[in-house]
């Protein structure tokens, strides 16, 4: 059993910067990949970043160039510094933890999320 927490969200206007992070607690040895997905009003859950503990990560293109991932394996925390926020950035964030990259479509274990708005 793996136990997720995310916080970091908030409100912040166009062009400014968030940092979320998520910490990883239980059975924490059998987990690979933390990754980050985003949900959006009326949208289906998207991949957003995911990293492998080494330090090997994932960025989709949709915000490569924007944000970047990090992940410190001795906190079992992952972290998504978000940059150069747009308002269609707005979503509910959410921490996966799995076996690759793309767990979350199909399964693994989820966070509560953390709300993210971007806006004047």
């Known amino acids: 059993q793996v136990q997720l927490v995310e916080s970091g969200g908030g409100l912040v206007q166009p062009g400014g910067s968030l940092r979320l992070s998520c910490t990883a607690s239980g059975n924490i040895d059998t987990i690979n990949v933390l990754a980050w997905y985003r949900q959006a009003p009326g949208k289906q859950r998207e991949a957003v970043a995911g990293a492998i503990q080494g330090d090997r990560t994932n960025i989709q293109d949709s915000v490569k160039g924007r944000f970047t991932i990090s992940r410190d394996d001795a906190k079992n925390t992952v972290y998504l510094q978000m940059n150069f926020l747009k308002p269609e950035d707005t979503a509910v964030y959410y921490c996966?933890?799995?076996?690759?990259?793309?767990?979350?479509?199909?399964?693994?274990?989820w966070g509560q999320g953390t709300q993210v708005t971007v806006s004047s």
């Open positions: 996966n933890a799995g076996s690759h990259f793309y767990t979350g479509y199909t399964g693994g274990y």
